[in-house]
Nanobody
């Protein structure tokens, strides 16, 4: 059973940092690739970053590369999204997603993930 819970959202100012966490109800993410997506009002849900299961290979979208980092804790129970140098255009609801995908692979499209969290709001003021 996969039950994802995001936390860490909030209201920050431009240039600030924020860390989002995604947990699987205390269970590990064994053999699951995990991705972060975001959706701003009136826009499609878009890919942010993803991490593979086996070797923590990561990939982030171009507009967040160098500012956002995805990582997994050693116990593989939590995936974090460290967001630095936040911009007003980063404002969105951020979602954690997971899917069974072993190896050093990950997905970058929302339709490829079967499990989703409820989302956490990130608001960046200018």
């Amino acid at each position: 059973q996969v039950h994802l819970v995001e936390s860490g959202g909030g209201l920050v100012q431009a240039g600030d940092s924020l860390t989002l966490s995604c947990a699987n109800s205390g269970r590990t993410f064994n053999n699951y690739a995990v991705g972060w997506f975001r959706q701003a009002p009136g826009k499609e849900r878009e890919f942010v970053c993803a991490i593979s299961w086996s070797d923590d290979t990561t990939y982030c979208a171009n507009d967040v590369q160098g500012r956002f980092t995805i990582s997994r804790d050693n116990a593989k129970t939590t995936v974090r999204l460290q967001m630095n140098s936040l911009k007003p255009e980063d404002t969105a609801v951020y979602y954690c997603a997971a899917d069974l995908l072993s190896g050093s692979y990950y997905y970058t499209h929302a339709y490829e993930y079967d499990y989703w969290g409820q989302g956490t709001q990130v608001t960046v003021s200018s």
